[in-house]
């Protein structure tokens, strides 16, 4: 096939589909897309005016790119504003965690685990403490019986463990290695 030479472009001056997709740098088939969304208008089937395309072409490029630079800062904004949020929260979990109305859960562990090495210990500690007094027994049924109220106690003193707002306040000082100001005196699970 013969290429034709067009000498002079005028204002009516018509390109084919696959003419005016080599110019714009795309597929035919975009160009016929183009044409079916109204973006690019054709002087009839298959044909365009190529000053009034590259026109149209040029339009939607430019408005393409004011959309995506107004959709940008339009995230940029979001992103900015997302953030700021973020770090209030961090902040306000912060407070809460230094006035003690919330606790890191290693805070909690970190007192859980002293208590149960408290009771670790009272438990332990009982086969000394009965050896001697059992030693002197010798009905099995006196034995339980006072094995019976040291566990009752030991229980006992368990459950008088009471929540210490200040322990919690003293360990987040502590982690972040400030000095506790309000009290500094040691602290016993079973006071």
Known sequence: MAEKRIDKISKNT????????????LT?????Q?????????????RFLLCEAI???????AKGRTQSNGDLEKEKLAAETSVKKSNAVIEELKVNELQGSMHRAEDVESITTDLIYTFRGMLLALPGRLAVDTAGMSEP????????????????????????????????RERMNWESTERTEDYDTDE
Do not use: H, N, P
């Not at 018509?14 to 740098?25: D, H, K, P, Q, W």
């Not at 006992?156 to 003293?170: A, M, R």
């Open 14 to 25: 018509e390109v084919s589909t696959t003419e005016l997709a080599a110019i714009f740098g």
């Open 141 to 172: 049924a006196e034995v339980s019986e006072l094995i019976r109220k040291e566990v009752y106690t030991i229980m006992d003193d368990l459950t008088q463990y009471q929540y210490d707002s200040q322990k919690y306040k003293d360990r987040v």
């Open 28 to 32: 035919a088939r975009r160009v016929q």
């Open 55 to 61: 026109q149209q072409y040029t339009d939607f490029q």
């Open 34 to 46: 183009m044409a079916q969304d109204g973006t690019l208008t054709t002087s009839r089937r298959g």
